[in-house]
């Protein structure tokens, strides 16, 4: 069966908002669990791999950087692999590849070889995962698709709740090599998570119609998507926000040291802000659906930009523990809400057929800022010596993105779209006219829009010739 052509999401084939819908929202809940909180829960195993292989810390810190890069550089690739062999088999593929990596790094030898095994690898079989899940999420729900978005997005707090504290006891029984181990045994969930995305089916038509109806080129990566520009708008903005928005949960923990207060204390502030993030995301997926706030998804996603950008801003004059601790849970709030929205504006933005291409080449751009954002933040750090000046950095530039995206969207893309009303008024005269004609087909009575062949229609031909 060609995958690539049901995947495709056919005419006629209206989304479940449900039935099967649900365990494809499981499988992305946890798909998206593992893609971001693999990358944080491996930094366990980094006290155990600076003595193994006598390196620095920055030297272990690339291992998560080439995860994330991986997971969001490899955007095209995997666009063009689903749109040539459908989701689940990408999906399957890239759980094997996960796995695979995993298990590989367990046996490594040298720092370089963690790199490409445990870095490289798994970090492309989490990237062939996860981008497929999101699509299919969005194949499977439309009436429901923000709180569908928002419990996806709540895998990844969860997740991450769950694997650091895994990870030190796996660290604690069985080394760094034999979590390793275990740890690529668990990612083969991510084959079973890809089993789980079953296309959609199209409605049942003659086989001598389907035969005769041309097939259109499939396109492997869609670049027409910048010529829309409320795509280009919001790939701007991305970038600019993921330059800050990952560099607050790096440093809080290190900020907390610096003020004098102890590690276990320290790190609890993580598990603050990750309780509060995994209520925060489901919960303004359920705010976006309402059917008033959803026609202006993309505001509120621009004030959760700008609710995360000010608490960077304030969170920057903390002086205590408890100033902090307040400080991650606005963050918190704020950083779920982002979470749960982000995708699901560029959804509504882009549309079912072009969100494929469309996701890769913005992931593309935000892996830049990725690499950017953090060891940019890490220099600032080395030459003030102050978190303060890192936090407010990052705060701007968080701010500056909420503005971007406000105001790209209210001046290029409101106007636009509210002058032509008189072509909506014709796009539905010419939608009943083509219902209409429909029910000609279906031996019902013909009224047509001329009023010509109805007996209405002739008593308003002799009323205008009176």
Same mark, same amino acid.
């Not at 992931?363 to 990725?370: G, P, Q, R, S, T």
């Given at each position: 069966?060609?995958?690539?052509?049901?995947?495709?999401?056919?005419?006629?084939?209206?989304?479940?908002?449900?039935?099967?819908?649900?365990?494809?929202?499981?499988?992305?809940?946890?798909?998206?669990?593992?893609?971001?909180?693999?990358?944080?829960?491996?930094?366990?195993?980094?006290?155990?791999?600076?003595?193994?292989?006598?390196?620095?810390?920055?030297?272990?810190?690339?291992?998560?950087?080439?995860?994330?890069?991986?997971?969001?550089?490899?955007?095209?690739?995997?666009?063009?692999?689903?749109?040539?062999?459908?989701?689940?088999?990408?999906?399957?593929?890239?759980?094997?590849?996960?796995?695979?990596?995993?298990?590989?790094?367990?046996?490594?030898?040298?720092? $370089?070889?963690?790199?490409?095994?445990? +870095?490289?690898?798994?970090?492309?079989?989490?990237?062939?995962?996860?981008?497929?899940?999101?699509?299919?999420?969005?194949?499977?729900?439309?009436?429901?698709?923000?709180?569908?978005?928002?419990?996806?997005?709540?895998?990844?707090?969860?997740?991450?709740?769950?694997?650091?504290?895994?990870?030190?006891?796996?660290?604690?029984?069985?080394?760094?090599?034999?979590?390793?181990?275990?740890?690529? +045994?668990?990612?083969?969930?991510?084959?079973?998570?890809?089993?789980?995305? !079953?296309?959609?089916?199209?409605?049942?038509?003659?086989?001598?119609?389907?035969?005769?109806?041309?097939?259109?080129?499939?396109?492997?990566?869609?670049?027409?998507?910048?010529?829309?520009?409320?795509?280009?708008?919001?790939?701007?903005?991305?970038?600019?926000?993921?330059?800050?928005?990952?560099?607050?949960?790096?440093?809080?923990?290190?900020?907390?040291?610096?003020?004098?207060?102890?590690?276990?204390?320290?790190?609890?502030?993580?598990?603050?802000?990750?309780?509060?993030?995994?209520?925060?995301?489901?919960?303004?997926?359920?705010?976006?659906?309402?059917?008033?706030?959803?026609?202006?998804?993309?505001?509120?996603?621009?004030?959760?930009?700008?609710?995360?950008?000010?608490?960077?801003?304030?969170?920057?004059?903390?002086?205590?523990?408890?100033?902090?601790?307040?400080?991650?849970?606005?963050?918190?709030?704020?950083?779920?809400?982002?979470?749960?929205?982000?995708?699901?504006?560029?959804?509504?933005?882009?549309?079912?057929?072009?969100?494929?291409?469309?996701?890769?080449?913005?992931?593309? $751009?935000?892996?830049?800022?990725?690499?950017?954002?953090?060891?940019?933040?890490? !220099?600032?750090?080395?030459?003030?010596?102050?978190?303060?000046?890192?936090?407010?950095?990052?705060?701007?530039?968080?701010?500056?993105?909420?503005?971007?995206?406000?105001?790209?969207?209210?001046?290029?893309?409101?106007?636009?779209?509210?002058?032509?009303?008189?072509?909506?008024? $014709?796009?539905?005269?010419? !939608?009943?006219?083509?219902?209409?004609?429909?029910?000609?087909?279906?031996?019902?009575?013909?009224?047509?829009?001329?009023?010509?062949?109805?007996?209405?229609?002739?008593?308003?031909?002799?009323?205008?010739?009176?």
């Amino acid at each position: 069966m060609g995958g690539a052509v049901v995947d495709d999401g056919p005419p006629g084939v209206k989304a479940p908002d449900g039935g099967w819908g649900w365990a494809v929202l499981a499988g992305c809940f946890v798909i998206t669990g593992f893609s971001y909180a693999f990358p944080k829960a491996v930094s366990v195993f980094f006290k155990e791999l600076i003595h193994e292989f006598d390196v620095g810390y920055s030297d272990t810190a690339w291992i998560s950087s080439i995860l994330l890069a991986m997971l969001y550089g490899t955007g095209p690739l995997c666009s063009v692999l689903v749109n040539k062999f459908g989701c689940r088999p990408v999906m399957m593929v890239g759980g094997l590849f996960a796995s695979l990596g995993m298990i590989l790094a367990s046996f490594a030898t040298s720092i $370089m070889h963690i790199y490409l095994c445990g +870095g490289v690898i798994t970090g492309l079989g989490l990237a062939l995962n996860f981008q497929p899940s999101l699509i299919m999420l969005n194949r499977y729900f439309s009436e429901k698709r923000p709180l569908a978005n928002g419990l996806a997005a709540a895998g990844s707090p969860v997740a991450l709740c769950c694997l650091s504290p895994l990870g030190q006891i796996l660290q604690y029984q069985y080394g760094w090599r034999g979590g390793f181990l275990i740890l690529g +045994g668990m990612l083969l969930n991510c084959c079973a998570c890809g089993a789980l995305m !079953r296309p959609l089916l199209p409605p049942n038509k003659p086989q001598v119609l389907e035969e005769k109806k041309p097939q259109p080129k499939k396109k492997l990566l869609d670049f027409s998507v910048f010529k829309d520009r409320g795509f280009v708008i919001y790939t701007v903005a991305a970038s600019v926000m993921v330059l800050g928005l990952f560099v607050p949960p790096v440093f809080v923990v290190n900020y907390a040291k610096g003020l004098g207060n102890e590690d276990t204390k320290s790190a609890l502030l993580l598990t603050i802000l990750g309780f509060v993030d995994m209520f925060a995301r489901p919960a303004s997926g359920l705010i976006a659906g309402t059917k008033w706030m959803r026609p202006r998804s993309i505001y509120l996603f621009s004030f959760s930009m700008l609710f995360n950008g000010c608490t960077d801003l304030v969170g920057s004059q903390a002086d205590n523990y408890m100033g902090l601790v307040v400080f991650c849970i606005f963050f918190g709030m704020s950083y779920g809400m982002v979470g749960a929205l982000q995708f699901e504006v560029l959804m509504a933005i882009v549309g079912t057929e072009k969100f494929p291409s469309a996701i890769g080449l913005v992931l593309l $751009m935000e892996a830049i800022a990725v690499l950017v954002g953090p060891p940019g933040a890490g !220099r600032l750090l080395d030459s003030t010596k102050q978190y303060m000046h890192v936090f407010l950095l990052a705060g701007c530039e968080v701010t500056l993105s909420a503005i971007i995206i406000f105001l790209g969207n209210f001046f290029c893309i409101k106007r636009q779209q509210s002058a032509p009303e008189a072509n909506m008024e $014709m796009c539905a005269a010419e !939608r009943e006219g083509l219902h209409r004609g429909e029910n000609v087909e279906n031996g019902d009575a013909v009224v047509n829009p001329t009023g010509e062949g109805s007996s209405e229609g002739r008593e308003d031909g002799q009323r205008s010739s009176e």
